[in-house]
């Protein structure tokens, strides 16, 4: 059974930090793009940042670039998102994405919610 399970969200003040993880089980976790997505209320739902299977290649939305750190650890199973000056624009559902780079295959987290206060 696919599981990823979010953590870490809460509630901070304007420049504060908060770091989120997403524990996976249930597929090969080295084998899959991790991504995490955002989604404001009355917003679509938007790409945050991405970490490669293997390289560890990252990738960040200009919103959030020198701010938001994404890694993961392979052999925990784990993908973590380090988010620092945070502003209250970053107030969202912070969401887990498992992305198989040769299929159409995708999982998804239930979501963590981050509010940033002014």
């Known amino acids: 059974q696919v599981q990823l399970v979010e953590s870490g969200g809460g509630l901070v003040q304007s420049g504060g930090s908060l770091r989120l993880s997403c524990a996976a089980s249930?597929?090969?976790?080295?084998?899959?793009?991790m991504k995490w997505y955002r989604q404001a209320p009355g917003k679509e739902r938007e790409l945050v940042a991405s970490i490669t299977a293997t390289s560890g290649r990252t990738n960040y939305a200009d919103s959030v670039k020198g701010r938001f750190i994404i890694s993961r650890d392979n052999a925990e199973n784990t993908v973590h998102l380090q988010m620092n000056n945070l502003k209250p624009e970053d107030t969202a559902v912070y969401y887990c994405?498992?992305?198989?780079?040769?299929?159409?295959?995708?999982?998804w987290g239930q979501g963590t919610q981050v509010t940033v206060s002014s």
């Open positions: 249930g597929f090969t976790f080295s084998r899959y793009v």
């Open positions: 994405n498992a992305d198989n780079p040769f299929s159409t295959t995708k999982y």
